[in-house]
């Protein structure tokens, strides 16, 4: 029996000074203190970049103007599969605020012995690892 596959836009939020955003994962969901980069689960009949706009707004306040996709990653985590759409973000109105409890951070370094912030979310890790090569 092969796994159901779990579809999530990310949101790799860059500010001007080119310094991304991580959040830690809320108390009571899996990973819970983990750090990650925004995003969710894509409802049905969502395009990645809607599913992004609703939760980069649910999850932190902001309205998502421009996103483009990088790539798609996909990570096997014991309670879930899941299938990254993965979103660059340059361009969005308001303050980022963590509207459901989570620490937010900015980072200015994409090497990932420079993060302060531990423990990272495995799908995170690939995901600098990607930016470093991509140059993004």
Not at 71 to 85: K, N, Q
Request: glycine share 8%.
């Amino acid at each position: 029996m092969t796994r159901p596959i779990t579809e999530v836009a990310v949101g790799i939020i860059i500010s001007r000074d080119n310094d991304f955003l991580l959040a830690n994962r809320p108390i009571g969901k899996p990973y819970e203190g983990y750090w990650e980069f925004p995003g969710g689960k894509i409802e049905i009949g969502e395009t990645t970049h809607q599913a992004l706009v609703r939760e980069l707004r649910e999850e932190l306040g902001i309205e998502v103007l421009e996103s483009v996709e990088i790539g798609v990653i996909e990570h096997d985590y014991p309670h879930a599969y899941v299938r990254l759409h993965l979103h660059i973000v340059r361009e969005w109105t308001g303050i980022p605020v963590g509207l459901e409890g989570q620490e937010l951070a900015w980072q200015s370094s994409r090497v990932l012995a420079d993060c302060n912030l531990q423990p990272l979310l495995p799908a995170t890790i690939s995901i600098i690892e990607l930016m470093q090569n991509k140059d993004v």
